[in-house]
Antibody, heavy 123, light 108 residues
């Protein structure tokens, strides 16, 4: 059974960089066959796809965030990471990681998901 | 970018009733690449339906999806108490992947 678990600071200061990691268990990222993605959800609002990465390092980003986002993969530790620079209060959200089938520019449906981690941007 | 508009925003129904949720796309979703998720408070979304009409593993058959092009529907044939939640559609036919704003199914 594949499981994903997000980790990272729950608080980020405005203008700084938000960094999160998603640890994967039950499946080896280096086996291929799936993209690994990040999705966020501001409190009380809907879902926004941030981007996806393949084990080779190929990435696909949402154009609305592309200038500030970097997603990377660490196959030796079976995890992938998100960095979001120059954060503002608008980046306050629950950040989820999820698996998605390799297809197109970013993958297909997302399943399974991690439990999510709330990141608040505040001074 | 494909914008997905879900309606209604809130659906007030009683257990045992039928729920019909709509997801309309701003342009045609290629190959019916549309998924539906259920989200309960404090939980991550759970995949219900993919490719517009295929139930995900373990999803009860009271959940069904239909549609193509720009109009998609999620139907819950008989609402169980655990079905009261927020439902989202997501398209993966073009990039960026986008989600609808959600429909809340609440107990009447």
């Amino acid at each position: 059974q594949v499981q994903l678990q997000e980790s990272g600071p729950g608080l980020a200061k405005p203008s700084e960089t938000l960094s999160l990691t998603c640890a994967v268990s039950g499946y080896s990222i280096s086996s291929g066959g799936y993209y690994w993605g990040w999705i966020r959800q501001p409190p009380g609002k809907g879902l926004e796809w941030i981007g996806s990465i393949y084990h080779s390092g190929n990435t696909y980003y949402n154009p609305s965030l592309k200038s500030r986002v970097t997603i990377s993969v660490d196959t030796s530790n079976n995890q992938f990471s998100l960095k979001l620079t120059s954060v503002t209060a608008a980046d306050t959200a629950v950040y989820y990681c999820a698996r998605t089938r390799v297809a197109g520019a970013g993958g297909h449906w997302f399943d399974p998901w991690g439990q999510g981690t709330l990141v608040t941007v505040s001074s | 970018e494909i914008v997905l508009t879900q309606s209604p925003g809130t659906l007030s129904l009683s257990p045992g009733e039928r729920a019909t949720l709509s997801c309309r796309a701003s342009q045609s979703v290629s190959s019916s690449y549309l998924a539906w998720y259920q989200q309960k408070p404090g939980q991550a979304p759970r995949l219900l339906i993919y490719d517009a009409s295929t139930r995900a593993t373990g999803i009860p058959d009271r959940f069904s999806g239909s549609g193509s092009g720009t109009d998609f529907t999620l139907t819950i044939s008989r609402l169980e108490p655990e079905d009261f939640a927020v439902y989202y559609c997501q398209q993966y036919g073009s990039s960026p992947r986008t989600f609808g704003q959600g429909t809340k199914v609440e107990i009447k």
